[in-house]
């Protein structure tokens, strides 16, 4: 069992960053691959970047890719994602997801545990 806890979301504005954290417990925390996806309103959630167990192997969508960077400290069971450049359209509530040797990594159906979301609000 693995429980995770978003932090770090906020109001900011347009060209600015965030760091997103995900807080795992659980032992077998460093066994497990972790993605964040974003849900905008009256959209369907999206992925936005995945991380392998190791760390050694990182994915990225394209709408983030060279703005966004995730990293995970296995020490302390810890995701982090790095989301520089904002724009409004990364308007959304982010989640974090766990899950043991996904297929692609890119898929929501891949993943067993879900935090609850943090709210990232970029204004124009």
């Known amino acids: 069992q693995v429980q995770l806890v978003e932090s770090g979301g906020g109001l900011v504005q347009a060209g600015g960053s965030l760091r997103l954290s995900c807080a795992a417990s659980?032992?077998?925390?460093?066994?497990?691959?972790i993605g964040w996806f974003r849900q905008a309103p009256g959209k369907e959630r999206e992925f936005v970047a995945a991380?392998?167990?190791?760390?050694?192997?990182?994915y990225y969508a394209d709408s983030v890719k060279g703005r966004f960077t995730i990293s995970r400290d296995n020490a302390k069971n810890t995701v982090y994602l790095q989301m520089n450049s904002l724009k409004p359209e990364d308007t959304a509530v982010y989640y974090c997801?766990?899950?043991?040797?996904?297929?692609?990594?890119?898929?929501?159906?891949?993943?067993?545990?879900w935090g609850q979301g943090t709210q990232v609000t970029v204004s124009s």
């Open positions: 997801a766990a899950a043991l040797n996904p297929t692609t990594g890119w898929l929501d159906k891949e993943y067993d545990y």
């Open positions: 659980g032992r077998t925390f460093s066994s497990y691959a």
């Open positions: 991380i392998s167990w190791s760390g050694g192997n990182t």
